[in-house]
């Protein structure tokens, strides 16, 4: 049989309106009385009926993260620290996967599972600046993270791609690199990360004094190890010289980082290679990774907060607020100075 409040109250003692006030977080109550329903409750493995607890007070104590795809480390690192900073706040987390789905991404922000939530982090893939009207019919609070939409109906909280693309390139530019590959844009587009990056490295160059040549932008379909392998097959077979890789995220790095030392080529003595958002595993690969630090951790921590004033204030018009996170350039043995 399933534990219930009354089974709580009476082990502990108290009445169910004063169980009721604990699971709440309400104040006002002695230490010792909480203290005693808090171990009646782990003793016993209560856990509190969401549903019942939102038709009264209007609230789940549940929010949303659509992101992409947990198959990239970055979002799943990002999830980790939306729920770490959720956390903080009483708050859990449903994790939704959009997929890079147009139709999926629509159906997560207007179906019913919406409902079951007190609001959404939303980190834009599919959609765009051209959708943004989209979102103003959706009355559940919500937080845009990501960079396709930088002008929609609420906050907005994202990292700064051209400016981290442009140190990691300036970067490589400071170890005397003049040939260095840009890895993993994508073909046509100026909005999203891939963009944003490309422009970042293309002020580099031209603040230099370097040409920029299409011949060492090196495009790819998706953001993962093995479209980082391909481009970079791609790249060495076709001869053009290069001694250094501003890959536009770490798994593209680390794809094309195999590649160079299977053909040969010491990283960093030949080619220095710098990677884009300061994954776990870029601290423990031969050679470790370069990289930028996005502020993942400031991204999970402004957007819940963000997310939890809209939340405590329905009905209450709040105009769009926007945060750009801080990076940092993490130089490690990928571009050590040879």
Do not use: C
């Amino acid at each position: 049989m399933s534990i219930t409040m009354h089974d709580v109250a009476r082990l502990a003692g108290v009445s169910i309106k004063t169980v009721s006030n604990v699971v709440n977080d309400y104040n006002h109550i002695r230490p010792e009385t909480r203290k005693r329903v808090l171990d009646a409750i782990e003793t016993l493995g209560y856990r509190p009926n969401l549903s019942a607890r939102g038709l009264r007070s209007g609230r789940t104590g549940v929010i949303s993260l659509i992101i992409p795809d947990l198959r990239n480390a970055y979002f799943a690192e990002l999830a980790d620290a939306v729920m770490r900073a959720a956390d903080t706040q009483n708050l859990s987390v449903i994790i939704e996967q959009s997929g890079d789905s147009r139709e999926r991404e629509l159906s997560l922000l207007t179906g019913p599972r919406r409902q079951m939530v007190d609001g959404i982090l939303y980190s834009v893939l599919a959609l765009g600046e051209d959708d943004a009207h989209l979102l103003d019919a959706i009355d559940t609070p919500m937080v845009l993270l990501g960079e396709r939409i930088f002008h929609g109906p609420t906050d907005h909280v994202t990292m700064r791609n051209t400016e981290g693309a442009r140190a990691a390139t300036e970067h490589l530019i400071s170890l005397g690199r003049t040939r260095i590959v840009a890895l993993g844009a994508h073909r046509g587009e100026v909005v999203g990360s891939a963009g944003l990056r490309l422009r970042g490295y293309r002020q580099a160059l031209d603040d230099a004094g370097l040409p920029y040549d299409e011949a060492l932008v090196g495009e790819v379909g998706g953001w993962y190890r093995k479209e980082g392998a391909d481009a970079m097959r791609r790249l060495v077979a076709s001869g053009v010289p290069f001694d250094g890789v501003v890959a536009f995220n770490d798994l593209i790095a680390l794809g094309a980082m195999r590649v160079m030392q299977e053909a040969g080529l010491s990283i960093p003595a030949d080619v220095a290679v710098i990677g884009f958002d300061d994954i776990d595993e870029t601290r423990y690969t031969l050679p470790s990774l370069s990289t930028i630090n996005p502020g993942r951790e400031e991204i999970a921590e402004v957007a819940v907060r963000l997310l939890m004033e809209r939340i405590a204030s329905p009905g209450v018009a709040i105009a769009p607020r926007e945060h750009l996170s801080a990076f940092t350039v993490v130089p490690r043995e990928s571009s050590a100075a040879v």
